[in-house]
């Protein structure tokens, strides 16, 4: 099981202070543009990249648009750690992508 969080209240955490953000859009999209301090860990690759995170640690997770992301959180939530679905995701970021 995991939480979700909306566009507006994800950015206003992220102003607030600087929390760890998983992309897992595939290394082009990243590329193309990202939320501040968000870390690449594409979908198709998260398994295998999963050893390089912290069970003790909070997770928000981001894609385009929610879906990829909704099956990220899935996943690793059952592999014990806490995650975060940002909904709406990049989409729906107010400023612009670094």
Not at 44 to 51: D, N, Q, V
Request: charged fraction near 20%; glycine fraction near 8%.
């Amino acid at each position: 099981m995991y939480r979700s969080i909306g566009p507006a209240e994800f950015y206003q955490e992220t102003k607030k202070k600087s929390i760890p953000v998983i992309d897992v859009r595939e290394s082009v999209e990243y590329q193309m543009g990202h939320v501040p301090n968000a870390e690449s860990f594409p979908l198709s690759e998260l398994e295998a990249a999963s050893s390089q995170l912290k069970k003790e640690k909070t997770y928000y997770v981001i894609c385009q648009s929610g879906g990829r992301s909704a099956t990220a959180c899935n996943w690793l939530a059952s592999q014990g750690f806490d995650v975060i679905n940002v909904m709406g995701g990049t989409s729906a970021w107010p400023d612009r992508l670094v």
